[in-house]
T-cell receptor, first 110, second 113 residues
Framework: KNEVEQSPQNLTAQEGEFITINCSYS?????LHWLQQHPGGGIVSLFM???GKKKHGRLIATINIQEKHSSLHITASHPRDSAVYIC????????????FGKGTKLSVKP | KAGVTQTPRYLIKTRGQQVTLSCSPI?????VSWYQQTPGQGLQFLFE???????NKGNFPGRFSGRQFSNSRSEMNVSTLELGDSALYLC????????????FGSGTRLTVV
């Protein structure tokens, strides 16, 4: 069983739709990251969470430490949001390692 | 400020050869970590260096090694290349004061033939 599970694996949406990507983990963590990877490989760090909720533009990330679960929401989705979204947990304290989910491939159609 | 720079961007090597990849972190960042991304395994942590010392290591064979220089630039080396080493290799840097924040490079795509 993977320590970090993401769902869904693939997601196709129409422009304007509200999107939710989920991440569940089984280990105690110090922090959780949401990453965005566009074709070509470059990764952008979207959020780092250790509790609660963060918002940046149309993106919202939440985490429930007790339930070991995080969600990434995209409001009013746009074709430029098409990318792979990866959940990563920081495991082992401030000097620990990142453990990654397999990613969710999002395609937003115009 | 300049981002994380990885060189080269693309590389083709033959089985059995060795390869060295380079990562220049953001100025002032002292932590550099390396990751391997393959279609089958996804992203996996290789190792992390801080102030020229390896601080953490993932579950990879000894053929994978790295080092960090006094200017925080880091190199990773893979010896005796295997076909399965074909992957995107990413590095990320973080500052001491922002240990939880990472900035990733664009990666080096290694193809072993």
């Amino acid at each position: 069983k993977n320590e970090v599970e993401q769902s869904p694996q693939n997601l196709t949406a129409q422009e304007g739709e509200f999107i939710t990507i989920n991440c569940s983990y089984s280990v105690g963590i110090s922090a959780l990251h949401w990453l965005q990877q566009h074709p070509g490989g470059g990764i952008v760090s979207l959020f780092m969470l250790s509790s609660g909720k963060k918002k940046h533009g149309r993106l919202i990330a939440t985490i429930n430490i007790q339930e070991k679960h995080s969600s990434l929401h995209i409001t009013a989705s746009h074709p430029r949001d098409s990318a792979v979204y990866i959940c990563a947990v920081l495991y082992g304290g401030s000097q620990g390692n990142l453990i990654f989910g397999k990613g969710t491939k999002l395609s937003v159609k115009p | 400020k300049a981002g994380v720079t990885q060189t080269p961007r693309y590389l083709i090597k033959t089985r059995g050869q060795q390869v060295t990849l380079s990562c220049s972190p953001i100025s002032g960042h002292r932590s550099v970590s390396w990751y391997q991304q393959t279609p089958g395994q996804g992203l996996q942590f290789l190792f992390e260096y801080f102030s020229e010392t390896q601080r953490n290591k993932g579950n990879f064979p000894g053929r994978f090694s790295g080092r960090q220089f006094s200017n925080s630039r880091s190199e990773m080396n893979v010896s005796t290349l295997e076909l399965g080493d074909s992957a995107l290799y990413l590095c990320a840097s973080s500052a001491l004061s922002d240990r939880y924040g990472y900035t990733f490079g664009s990666g080096t795509r290694l193809t072993v033939v």
